[in-house]
C-alpha cells in the first residue's frame, strides 16, 4: 500500500491548550527486520506475473484462459448405459466360450510355455494358473471397458466430469527471475541502468509500489525509448523518489476509491461475465467481460429505461479505468453527467465544474477555448440551435460569426452570456457602442459584418430570434458569474485534453433541463473540435455523456464517426432511441462501434439494435411424427397393445435439417427475454475485430 498522505498520529492543539510533550524516540532496533515466510508473493508482483492473452475484443484478458471453439458433443447417458452393458454381456460370453473350451486351448499356451515342469501337480502350478487367468480376464475387461466407454460412464454417473467441466483452468504465470519477469524491468536493465531496475524491483518487492505506479513509470519508459534525451531525467526521478517518480501533476498515485476491478497492465476494467447459455458463443460462455481504450475508441452507445444501471455498472466504471490511465499518463477522461449522479468523488478529478452553483472552483468557456470567431461561432450554432427544427446551423453560424468578430476585435475577448444576448436582440445601444469602437479603431471590414448583421436581422428565416431565446437559457440569475469572458474566473476549456487530466462537469438537469441539453451538446461539440485539433494524440482522450438525449445533432454523430482515426471516443447513454430525432437512429447505430441494449428496452428500440446486429445463418431442424399402419396381424396387435398401455399410437420421426437465415436478437427477444442486471452487446475494435452480440451479466452496481 503507498504511504504518500499518511500521518505520524499526531494532533496540533490551538489556544491556550499546551502542547504535549514529544514522547522520547523509540530504540533503535538490535536486528534487521525478519524476511517474509518463503513462498509468500507480494500482490502487485502476483498481479505482474500472471500471464495475460485475449481471443477477441471484450475478453477479460488477466489469467484469461482460452476455451474451445466449439461445444464437445456429449454422448447421451441412455447410450452410453446401453453401449457398457453390450460390452459386458459380449464380454462375458468371451470369458464363458474360453473358460468351458469351445474356443480350444490355445489362451493356455504362454501357460505351458513358461511353467517349469517341475511345478507340475504342485501348488506352484496352481498359483500359477490362477495367475494367468487373471491376466486373460483383466485383458478382457480393459478391452471390452474401452469397448464400452465404462471410465466415460463412471464420470458421467458419480458427476467429476461436470465438477471439472465448472472448474475454471488455472491461469498460467511467469516465473520469477525468467528473461521476460515484467518485475525485474528487463529492459531499462539492458539500457545500461542496472541501479534503477534494482531500485524499481525494489519498489515492487517491498509494497511501497502500486498498479498505478507501475503503468505510470512504465509509460514513463516507453517515452524515454521514443526519444533518448530523457533517459537521464528519468534515471534521476527514479533514484530519487522510487516508485513516486514520473507522478501525476495532481501528485495523486491512486483513486480514493475504486468501484470496480481494474487491469491497468492491460488497461482494462471488468464489467460482468458472459452468460453460459445457447444464446451465446460457445467460446465466450463463462468468460469474464471488460473493455479497454482498444474498444472504447470506436464509441459506444448504451440505451435502456431508467434503474437498468447504465451510471452504476457502465459509465462510472469506465470513467474509473481512464481515470486511473490519467494518472499513469496514457489517458485524458472528461465526464458530464447531472448534479449527483453518482460517478465518483470530487477527490478522483482534477478539476470539478458545478454549473450554477456559486461555490464551483472552475467556469466552463462557453468558447472552447478557441480564439477564432468563425470556429466559435460554429460550435455555438451547432450547441444552440442543432435540435431546433427549420433552423439551418450554417446560416446560425454565419449571423454568430458577424457578431464574434467584431466583438472581438473591438474588445480582445468574445461576448459574455448577457453581451452576447444584447447583440443578437439588437439592442441599439449595444450595437451603437459596438460601431464606435469598431469605427476609432478604423475596423472597416468588421463594419461590414456589423451592418450586414443589422440587414439580416428579422427577415424571414433570420436564426437570430432563434440564438437569442437560447442564449436567453443561459442568462440566468442562477448562471450570473458563469461563462465568463473577462479573464476574472477559472474556465476550463477541453483543449486541455493535450495533458492527461481527469475532469467532471455537473450540469443542473433537475433546475434546468433545457440549458442543461444545451450544454451537453455544446460539450459533445468542443470534444470533437478538440480532439481533432490535438498536435499530440498519444494520450486516448474519452468523454461519457451520462445522459445523451437531447444533444445528438447531424454535425455531432459525423463528428463520432471521425473520433477512431483521432484515438478518442465517446460513450452516449439513452433512456430511449425516442430521444434521437428519427433521422439521426440509424446513422447514430452505424456511427458507434459498440452497441449494448439493456434490460427493459422496449421492442421499438429493439427492432432498431435487432437491424443493426443483422442475421445469420443456423441449422433448423424439422421433426415430423407420422403414424405407423402395420400390415400384419402380429404386428398390428402389438401395436394395440402398446397404444393400450402409453395411450399413444406408435409413430416415426421423420428429421429434415436445412440451413435458415435468422436474427440473431429479435426485437421481441431483447424486449422480454434480457433478465434484468444483464444487458445484449456488439463490441468493434480499431483494429476492425468484431465480437457478436453477448448476452452479458453486468457486476453489481456499488
Known amino acids: 500500500m503507498d504511504t504518500d498522505g499518511t500521518h505520524d498520529g499526531r494532533t496540533t492543539h490551538t489556544g491556550h491548550l499546551p502542547r504535549p510533550a514529544t514522547p522520547p524516540a523509540p530504540p533503535k532496533p538490535r536486528h534487521a527486520p525478519a524476511p517474509p515466510p518463503p513462498g509468500r508473493v507480494p500482490a502487485l508482483a502476483d498481479w505482474l506475473r500472471t500471464e495475460r492473452s485475449s481471443d477477441g475484443p471484450g475478453v477479460w484478458a488477466y489469467g484469461h484462459v482460452p476455451r474451445a471453439a466449439e461445444e464437445p458433443e456429449v454422448t447421451p447417458i441412455r447410450q452410453l448405459v446401453s453401449g457398457a452393458l453390450i460390452a459386458l454381456l459380449a464380454g462375458l460370453l468371451l470369458w464363458s466360450l474360453l473358460w468351458n473350451g469351445y474356443l480350444g486351448g490355445f489362451w493356455l499356451w504362454p501357460l505351458y510355455m513358461f511353467t517349469p515342469d517341475s511345478w507340475a501337480g504342485g501348488n506352484a502350478s496352481v498359483v500359477a494358473s490362477y495367475v494367468w487367468y487373471a491376466i486373460v480376464a483383466g485383458a478382457l475387461l480393459f478391452g471390452f471397458g474401452r469397448l464400452g466407454r465404462w471410465p466415460e460412464l463412471g464420470r458421467r454417473t458419480f458427476g467429476s466430469r461436470a465438477a471439472r467441466a465448472a472448474r475454471p483452468a488455472l491461469p498460467t504465470h ?57 533517459l537521464r531525467a528519468f534515471a534521476d526521478a527514479v533514484r530519487d523518489k522510487g516508485a513516486g517518480a514520473c507522478v501525476h501533476p495532481s501528485g495523486a498515485r491512486d483513486l480514493p476509491v475504486r ?28 468468460t469474464a467481460f471488460a473493455l479497454d481504450p482498444d474498444v472504447l475508441g470506436t464509441s459506444v452507445l448504451a440505451v435502456g429505461p431508467s434503474g437498468s444501471g447504465k451510471t ?32 465518483g468523488p470530487d477527490e478522483a478529478y482534477d478539476v470539478v465544474v458545478r454549473v450554477g452553483d456559486p461555490a464551483s472552483v472552475y467556469d466552463l468557456d462557453l468558447y472552447g477555448g478557441t480564439t477564432d470567431p468563425d470556429e466559435a461561432a460554429t460550435l455555438l450554432a451547432e450547441a444552440f440551435v442543432g435540435d431546433v427544427p427549420g433552423v439551418e446551423v450554417r446560416r446560425a453560424a454565419t449571423a454568430l460569426a458577424q457578431l464574434l468578430g467584431p466583438f472581438r476585435a473591438v474588445h480582445g475577448r468574445f461576448p459574455a452570456v448577457p453581451e452576447l444576448r444584447e447583440l443578437l436582440d439588437q439592442e441599439p445601444d449595444a450595437v451603437a457602442g459596438l460601431r464606435r469602437g469598431l469605427e476609432e479603431t478604423g475596423r472597416a471590414p468588421m463594419l461590414r459584418e456589423l451592418d450586414a448583421r443589422r440587414r439580416q436581422h428579422g427577415a424571414p428565416g433570420d436564426p437570430g430570434p432563434a440564438l437569442a431565446d ?32 481527469r475532469v467532471r462537469v455537473d450540469l ?61 471516443g465517446v460513450l452516449l447513454t439513452l433512456r430511449s432511441l425516442d430521444d434521437v430525432p428519427e433521422g439521426l437512429r440509424t446513422p447514430l447505430l452505424g456511427a458507434v462501434g459498440c452497441r449494448m441494449a439493456f434490460s427493459g428496452v422496449t421492442t421499438w428500440d429493439g427492432k432498431r439494435f435487432a437491424e443493426a446486429w443483422g442475421t445469420e445463418w443456423v441449422e433448423a431442424r424439422d421433426v415430423t411424427h407420422r403414424t405407423v399402419f402395420a400390415d400384419q396381424p402380429l ?28 436474427e440473431r436478437w429479435s426485437a421481441s427477444d431483447l424486449a422480454h427475454a434480457v433478465p434484468p442486471g444483464h444487458a445484449v452487446l456488439s463490441l468493434t475494435s480499431v483494429r476492425g475485430e468484431r465480437a457478436a452480440p453477448l448476452l452479458v451479466r453486468l457486476a453489481d452496481a456499488p
Not at 525494489?202 to 514513463?220: L, Q, T
Not at 494524440?537 to 464517426?561: C, K, M, N, Y
Not at 399410437?649 to 428429421?655: H, L, S, W
Open 174 to 230: 511467469i516465473e520469477a527471475g525468467a528473461d521476460n519477469d515484467p518485475v525485474r524491468w528487463v529492459s531499462v536493465r539492458e539500457a545500461g541502468l542496472g541501479d534503477v531496475a534494482d531500485r524499481l524491483e525494489g519498489e515492487v518487492g517491498a509494497g511501497r509500489m502500486n498498479d498505478v505506479d507501475y503503468a505510470r513509470i512504465r509509460r514513463a519508459w516507453d517515452s524515454v525509448r521514443v526519444d533518448p534525451s530523457r
Open 259 to 286: 468501484a470496480a476491478r481494474h487491469d491497468l497492465l492491460s488497461r482494462q476494467v471488468l464489467l460482468g461475465t458472459v452468460e453460459d447459455g445457447v444464446r451465446n458463443p460457445y467460446a465466450r460462455r463463462g
Open 312 to 343: 452504476g455498472r457502465l459509465v462510472r466504471p469506465v470513467v474509473e479505468s481512464l481515470a486511473l490511465q490519467a494518472l499513469a499518463g496514457q489517458a485524458a477522461v472528461v465526464a458530464v453527467g447531472a448534479t449527483g449522479a453518482r460517478l
Open 470 to 501: 437560447r442564449v436567453a437559457l443561459l442568462d440566468r440569475p442562477a448562471f450570473a458569474g458563469f461563462f465568463d469572458t473577462t479573464g476574472a474566473g477559472r474556465p476550463f476549456s477541453l483543449r486541455a485534453l493535450e495533458h492527461p487530466i
Open 508 to 568: 443542473p438537469e433537475r433546475a434546468h433541463a433545457d440549458a442543461s441539453r444545451m450544454l451537453a451538446r455544446l460539450m459533445l461539440a468542443h470534444f470533437n473540435a478538440a480532439v481533432a485539433a490535438r498536435t499530440d494524440r498519444s494520450l486516448f482522450a474519452f468523454l461519457a455523456l451520462d445522459d445523451a438525449s437531447h444533444t445528438l445533432t447531424p454535425e455531432a454523430v459525423r463528428g463520432i464517426q471521425r473520433l477512431r482515426s483521432a484515438h478518442a
Open 635 to 662: 404386428t398390428r396387435a402389438i401395436h394395440a397393445f402398446r397404444k393400450l398401455v402409453t395411450g399413444k399410437a406408435v409413430t416415426t420421426d421423420a428429421v429434415t435439417v436445412r440451413q435458415v437465415e435468422r
